[in-house]
Each structure stands twice: as C-alpha cells, then as structure tokens.
C-alpha cells in the first residue's frame, strides 16, 4: 500500500540557517503530494502540493519538488524564521475509493531559534 | 464560509462512556475523513467516507462508529470509551481531487 516516510526530527536551526526536510513515498500511479504545517495548539494547514512529476509546489518561502525518479517531495526554505516553529508533515493522496485519502508521514518538529 | 466545523474543542470522559465526536462541512465536497493525532505517530486514519451512505475503515477503526447520512456531516461514535483512546481528532474533507480541508480538532482525554 501508499506510504511516507519523512526524516525524524525535532530539528532546531538559528534564524536565517536553510532548511530542509526529506520526505520519501512509496505509492501505486502517480499520486498528488503534499506538506501540511502544524503550529503549536492548532489543526492542520496546507503548505504547498504538487500534482505530477516535476511539479514544484510554493508557499510563504517554502518549496517541494516532485521527483518521480526518486519518489521524493523534501521540502527546503532558504532562511528560517523563529515564526516557522511548527511540525511540518509530509502527505500523499491517490485516486479513487480507498486511493484517495490522504496517508502521512509521522512528522517533523521544527524549532527555530532567534 | 465556515469550511470543516468539529465540535466539541475538548472533551473528557470516563472509561466505559459513550459519545459522539460532531463533524459538519459546507464545502460540498464528497471524502470525509476522521484522524487520531497521537505523539510520534503522525496521524492515523480512523474511518472515511467517499460519498453518503459510503463508510468504511482505515487504519485504527476498533472501538469506532462513523456513519454517513449527509453530505455535510459525519460523526465518529466511541461505543466504550477507554484510556488507549485518549488522542486529538482532527475531521478532514476533501474533492475528489488534490487536498484535504482539517477542522481544527477535538481534544479527548478518557480517565
């Protein structure tokens, strides 16, 4: 069946340090991929998507590239802010029936330091 | 536009009680998920539904009741509540195409 496995955090970076947050994916066809963020006490925001190989989904510095050829979708920003402290989880979604719910990795704390 | 509206925010209950966690949506949309936020687990589907009348199980469904009447609503139902069951749930809705809209979640803790 779909999986997701992301990097275990927590991760802690300085202010203005680069990101990056590895996320691989097992899956039947071509899914859509996603990241969700979660700040402390909230749900569950989407962060950017991309729908087919190549794609390259954006959002608020944030970036994501599908890469069918290794079947990854990580997600960089170039400079963190103590604002970006959250868990960030790495999703996929099939088509159809059971295809098309929505299967996640376990999660990445973030914590950004100023 | 209220998008995925859960109620209640925080609930607790005892062990061996029931109770329905409520989710409505004014989205129109056909997927209707329920999710367990447990730490270091990510979170877990429970039930979904892909249209009303259409239910059926994901990964966690022990100790769970959905049922689909509606489009808009989809309530999960605790037949007997128990500590394991302790978690935050999140109701998610979806098109049939790209992601998924969360609700802002339900906090149970079973004592």
């Known amino acids: 069946g779909n999986s997701v496995t992301q990097m275990e955090g927590p991760v802690t970076l300085s202010e203005e340090a680069f990101l990056t947050i590895n996320c691989t994916y097992t899956a039947t066809g071509y899914p859509s991929l996603f990241w969700y963020v979660q700040y402390p006490g909230e749900g569950l925001q989407l962060l950017l998507k991309a729908t087919k190989a190549d794609d390259k989904g954006s959002n608020k510095g944030f970036e994501a590239t599908y890469r069918k050829e290794t079947t990854s979708f990580h997600l960089e920003k170039g400079s963190v802010q103590v604002s970006d402290s959250a868990v960030y989880f790495c999703?996929?979604?099939?088509?159809?029936?059971?295809?098309?719910?929505?299967?996640f990795g376990k999660g990445t704390k973030l914590s950004v330091k100023p | 536009n209220a998008g995925v509206t859960q109620t209640p925010k925080f609930q607790v209950l005892k062990t061996g009680q029931s109770m329905t966690l409520q989710c409505a949506q004014d989205m129109n949309h056909e997927y209707m998920s329920w999710y367990r936020q447990d730490p270091g687990m990510g979170l877990r589907l429970i039930h979904y539904?892909?249209?009303?009348?259409?239910?059926d199980q994901g990964e966690v469904p022990n100790g769970y009741n959905v049922s689909r009447s509606t489009t808009e609503d989809f309530p999960l139902r605790l037949l007997s509540a128990a500590p394991s069951q302790t978690s935050v749930y999140f109701c998610?809705?979806?098109?049939?195409?790209?992601?998924?809209?969360f609700g802002s979640g339900t906090r149970l803790t079973v004592v």
């Open positions: 998610a809705t979806a098109g049939t195409a790209y992601g998924y809209t």
């Open positions: 999703a996929l979604r099939g088509y159809g029936g059971s295809q098309g719910n929505l299967i």
């Open positions: 539904s892909v249209g009303a009348g259409i239910t």
